[in-house]
């Protein structure tokens, strides 16, 4: 219903400051987003970071004043997109996948990087649809697992695509994440696995 607008767009906030940020020289050092040329080349660093910076603060402002919701439920959900954002979340596993590139993570590892970086958003995105859908905590862990699984199932995906895509099909670089030195579950495990 209408109520989901506001934590939805919420969500894709985060989304779009972490791609933004993933994107800069530090991070992932990329120059196509979706086939345009990223925020930092569009126009400058500092441009992106304070752009990123201003989506998120954006997303928990408008969460936690979401209309039609109780003053409770807009706390859950900040928790939830707050711990999916912060260093148990995105945050955490970007900088795992920085370390990464210096140590050989074994499949534990990659998949807990995973679950951060990929996957707390979508994790996130389902708890917060349960708390709208008014489904009880004890209700929830099915969700949970659906979430992870669904999360991790993307990052193989995109993993996938980095070393056998079409480039112009993708919109973006591609084969970066070997020349970066970076661990992904096709680095670890090869594509036929």
């Known amino acids: 219903g209408d109520e989901a607008l506001i934590p939805a767009c919420s ?10 940020h ?10 196509l987003r979706r ?7 569009a126009f400058d660093e500092a441009t992106a970071i304070l752009a990123g ?8 402002g408008w969460l936690a004043e979401a209309p039609g919701l109780s003053e409770s439920v807009r706390l859950i959900m900040v928790r939830e997109l707050a711990r999916a954002s912060g260093h ?7 900088m795992m996948d920085i370390v990464s590139q210096e140590e050989n993570y074994d499949l534990r590892q990659i998949t807990r990087l995973q679950q951060l970086k990929t996957g707390a958003l979508l994790a ?5 649809g349960a708390v709208l859908g008014r489904v009880p905590p004890e209700g929830r862990a099915h969700l949970r697992a659906y979430a992870r699984d669904i999360g991790l199932a993307f990052q193989i995906a995109d993993d996938l695509l980095d070393v056998e895509g ?4 993708a919109g973006k670089a591609l084969r970066k994440d070997e020349e970066q030195g970076k661990q ?8 036929e696995q």
């Open 124 to 128: 996130a995105s389902v708890e917060m």
């Open 88 to 94: 148990d979340g995105m945050a955490g596993g970007q």
């Open 53 to 60: 910076d201003a989506l998120q603060a954006l997303a928990f």
């Open 166 to 169: 079409d480039e112009a099909k």
């Open 35 to 41: 086939g345009r040329p990223t925020t930092h080349i």
């Open 22 to 31: 993933d994107d800069l020289p530090a991070m992932d050092d990329d120059e």
């Open 184 to 191: 992904t579950f096709v680095t670890l495990m090869g594509v």
């Open 11 to 20: 969500v894709e906030l985060i989304h779009a400051y972490s791609l933004i």
